[in-house]
C-alpha cells in the first residue's frame, strides 16, 4: 500500500481517534503518545492505535524520549503489504446488528441499564472482546452487546489491564462481568461485585433526593447504599 493509497484511506475511516494518529504520521513520519495526549487531546493513545491495527493497518513502535525525559512510545506505519481491510483486521460491525440487538434487548445499555432513545449513544461491542474471542458470526446476537460509550470506555480499560488480557483464555471471560453483567462470577479475574444504577431524565431528581439525604448523614451516595444493602446479610 502506497502513501497516496493511505491518504485515500484516512477520511473513510470513522474513528475520529485513528484519523488523527494516522494524519498526523503522515505529517510527521511519527506520533508520540505524549503528542497524542498533549496535542491532539486523546487521553488513552493505545486505543487509537488499536482503532488503526483493527482496520488491518500495521503500526510499528519505538521507545522515544518524552518533553521531561521520560521513556514512551512513537508510533509510526509498519510494513504494508496487499489491501488494508477487514482481510488483515477486525470485520466491521454492520448496523443491522445493533438494530437487532436494540429489537431483543431494547436501547439500554447492558451494564448501566441507561436507556438511549432510539439508540442513539449506543455501540455494538463483542461480548468477549475481540482481541481474545476474535470475530463472532453476526447472526450470533448472544455473542454481543449494547453497551453506552462511557462504558464501552471502561471495559477497554478494565479489559486492558486484567491478566486475561495476555493469556487470552475466552472461558475466564465469560464469567466477567463485562460479559455477563446479569450473571458473573469476577470483574477482570478478580473477586468482586458491582452495581451499578442509572437515573436518566426525570428520574434525576429521585436520585437528588437520595444524594441529598446521604449528605446529610455525612455519607456518599455509594456508602449511603452500602449501608442499606448490608441490612440483607
Known amino acids: 500500500m502506497t502513501r497516496k493509497e493511505l491518504e485515500a484511506l484516512i477520511p473513510t475511516i470513522t474513528s475520529k481517534r485513528a484519523r488523527v494518529l494516522l494524519e498526523h504520521i503522515l505529517e510527521h513520519g511519527q506520533v508520540t503518545t505524549e503528542e497524542l495526549k498533549n496535542i491532539h487531546g486523546l487521553d488513552h493513545p493505545p486505543r487509537a492505535a488499536k482503532d488503526v491495527t483493527d482496520r488491518g493497518i500495521p503500526l510499528a513502535k519505538v521507545r522515544v524520549k518524552s518533553s521531561t525525559g521520560r521513556s514512551i512510545v512513537a508510533y509510526g506505519l509498519g510494513q504494508l503489504s496487499g489491501a488494508v481491510g477487514s482481510s488483515t483486521g477486525r470485520t466491521a460491525l454492520p448496523r443491522t446488528l445493533k438494530d437487532a440487538l436494540i429489537r431483543k434487548h431494547g436501547a439500554y445499555c447492558a451494564n448501566c441499564n441507561g436507556h438511549f432513545e432510539h439508540g442513539r449513544g449506543l455501540q455494538v461491542d463483542h461480548r468477549v472482546p475481540y482481541e481474545i474471542?476474535?470475530?463472532?458470526?453476526?447472526s450470533e446476537l448472544d455473542s454481543f452487546m449494547l453497551l453506552c460509550g462511557?462504558?464501552?470506555?471502561?471495559?477497554?480499560?478494565?479489559c486492558e489491564l486484567c491478566v486475561n488480557w495476555t493469556k487470552k483464555q475466552a472461558a475466564v471471560c465469560q464469567g466477567c462481568l463485562w460479559t455477563s453483567p446479569q450473571k458473573y462470577s469476577h470483574i477482570a479475574a478478580e473477586q468482586r461485585r458491582q452495581l451499578t444504577v442509572t437515573w436518566i431524565g426525570?428520574?434525576?431528581a429521585e436520585f437528588d433526593c437520595f444524594e441529598k439525604e446521604a449528605n446529610r448523614r455525612g455519607l456518599t451516595p455509594a456508602e449511603a447504599a452500602r449501608e442499606a444493602l448490608s441490612k440483607f446479610k
Not at 474471542?133 to 453476526?138: A, H, I, L, Q, W
Not at 462511557?150 to 478494565?158: G, H, I, L, M, V
Open 133 to 138: 474471542g476474535g470475530d463472532t458470526p453476526f
Open 150 to 158: 462511557s462504558c464501552n470506555r471502561q471495559k477497554s480499560f478494565t
Open 202 to 204: 426525570e428520574d434525576t
